[in-house]
């Protein structure tokens, strides 16, 4: 069975402080890997997708890697408004279109 | 362009009716799929229409039901509600093969009591 598991559940940063998410992946063939954000009691807001390892996207002070085991959300001199759940999930082969979600990492930015 | 809408945002429900929630896709896609989003956890997919016709679907029990509109609009039906069924129900549209990049509506947010 094709599973998705983020680390860590929750992270508290202070403003400037960089780090990274982990999006760790056990599935038969991946086809895609994407990054959402989600605010509380919003839906998910698509941010990247990647396909290959060695593959990187960058988005403001976002980067997002991939390798063929796990990918990584690096957040560069975060801002409070960076603050919001960031969710990984997969499209994987003989999947259709579904995407296998993991339960995400829950990121805080302090000023 | 119009990205994807739902409605309601909120719905309060007794445990034993039904419901029914819709979408509206963004502009361009015809597939439309479901997750249900319960408190602390990623979304679970629970099916995907193309063309008029479910396209897959989770692990969810034959009372989630839906239909896809010649328009693209969708809806998912829930009949004999459960306490477990209080989740965020959210939408998401795509244009099928590609980069399966799938595009999230707001949510409606179910409580069941």
């Given at each position: 069975?094709?599973?998705?598991?983020?680390?860590?559940?929750?992270?508290?940063?202070?403003?400037?402080?960089?780090?990274?998410?982990?999006?760790?992946?056990?599935?038969?063939?991946?086809?895609?890997?994407?990054?959402?954000?989600?605010?509380?009691?919003?839906?998910?807001?698509?941010?990247?997708?990647?396909?290959?390892?060695?593959?990187?996207?960058?988005?403001?002070?976002?980067?997002?890697?991939?390798?063929?085991?796990?990918?990584?959300?690096?957040?560069?001199?975060?801002?409070?408004?960076?603050?919001?759940?960031?969710?990984?999930?997969?499209?994987?082969?003989?999947?259709?279109?579904?995407?296998?979600?993991?339960?995400?990492?829950?990121?805080?930015?302090?000023? | 362009?119009?990205?994807?809408?739902?409605?309601?945002?909120?719905l309060i429900k007794t445990r034993g009716q039904?419901v029914?929630?819709?979408?509206?896709?963004?502009?361009?896609?015809?597939?439309?799929?479901?997750?249900?989003?319960?408190?602390?956890?990623?979304?679970?997919?629970?099916?995907?229409?193309?063309?008029?016709?479910?396209?897959?679907?989770?692990?969810?029990?034959?009372?989630?039901?839906?239909?896809?509109?010649?328009?693209?609009?969708?809806?998912?039906?829930v009949?004999a509600l459960e306490l477990d069924d209080s989740a965020?129900?959210?939408?998401?549209?795509?244009?099928?093969?590609?980069?399966?990049?799938?595009?999230?509506?707001?949510?409606?947010r179910l409580t069941v009591t």
């Amino acid at each position: 069975e094709d599973q998705v598991t983020q680390s860590p559940e929750a992270l508290r940063l202070q403003e400037g402080e960089s780090s990274s998410l982990n999006c760790s992946y056990t599935v038969s063939g991946l086809r895609g890997l994407f990054w959402y954000r989600q605010d509380p009691g919003k839906g998910p807001e698509f941010l990247f997708t990647l396909y290959s390892a060695g593959e990187e996207k960058e988005k403001e002070r976002l980067k997002a890697t991939l390798t063929k085991k796990e990918s990584f959300l690096h957040i560069t001199a975060p801002k409070p408004e960076d603050s919001a759940t960031y969710l990984c999930a997969v499209h994987v082969t003989g999947g259709g279109n579904k995407l296998t979600f993991g339960t995400g990492t829950q990121l805080k930015v302090e000023l | 362009e119009t990205g994807v809408t739902q409605s309601p945002t909120h719905l309060i429900k007794t445990r034993g009716q039904q419901v029914t929630l819709r979408c509206s896709s963004q502009s361009g896609h015809n597939t439309v799929s479901w997750y249900q989003q319960a408190l602390g956890q990623g979304p679970q997919f629970i099916f995907q229409y193309y063309r008029e016709e479910e396209n897959g679907r989770g692990n969810f029990p034959p009372r989630f039901s839906g239909l896809q509109f010649p328009n693209y609009s969708s809806e998912l039906n829930v009949n004999a509600l459960e306490l477990d069924d209080s989740a965020l129900y959210l939408c998401a549209s795509s244009v099928p093969g590609g980069s399966y990049e799938q595009y999230f509506g707001p949510g409606t947010r179910l409580t069941v009591t």
